[in-house]
């Protein structure tokens, strides 16, 4: 989304950074906030304890869910969480291409309807579906 690449580690004796940076959509300025996964609201490790203070301390216009579309089954349950807690979520399902390659088939019109969130696949790696994403997210902030 900033165009810029950013290096993770997570395992133990690192530090648990938030990284920052700014995109352009339409005519706004928006803040991309880059933080720590997690797997649940209800926090376990140092990561998912910051990430949880800030998406429920500072709100923000908009939560991209991003999530291996390989793993789908085990991380909705975080996506039901977000719904849950009233942040507007967007769905993205990376690394489809290697979804596909394992035969899995996403119906990206029904969940988009089941969850009642926008859900937009992507191949970040390659840039794929990141303009899409981008729309997506103009839509949804000129929504709210």
Same mark, same amino acid.
């Given at each position: 989304?900033?165009?810029s690449y950013v290096s993770v580690s997570n395992y133990p004796g690192t530090t648990v950074e938030?990284?920052?940076g700014k995109t352009r959509l339409d005519e706004n300025v928006f803040e991309v906030i880059d933080t720590p996964g997690m797997y649940s609201l209800s926090c376990i490790t140092d990561e998912e304890r910051v990430t949880r203070n &800030? &998406?429920?301390k500072e709100r923000p216009s908009v939560v991209l869910h991003v999530m291996d579309a390989k793993s789908i089954k085990r991380m909705l349950? &975080?996506?039901l969480q977000l719904i849950e807690a009233s942040l507007p979520v967007i769905l993205v399902l990376n690394m489809m291409d #290697?979804? #596909?390659r394992e035969g899995l088939? %996403?119906?990206v019109s029904? &969940? #988009?309807k089941r969850l009642g969130v926008p859900v937009v696949?992507? %191949?970040a790696a390659l840039g794929k579906g990141i303009d899409e994403l981008k729309g997506k997210v103009s839509e949804y902030v000129r929504a709210a």
């Open positions: 989304m900033t165009g938030v990284y920052r &800030l &998406l429920l349950p &975080l996506t #290697e979804a #596909e088939s %996403i119906e029904d &969940l #988009e696949t992507t %191949i």
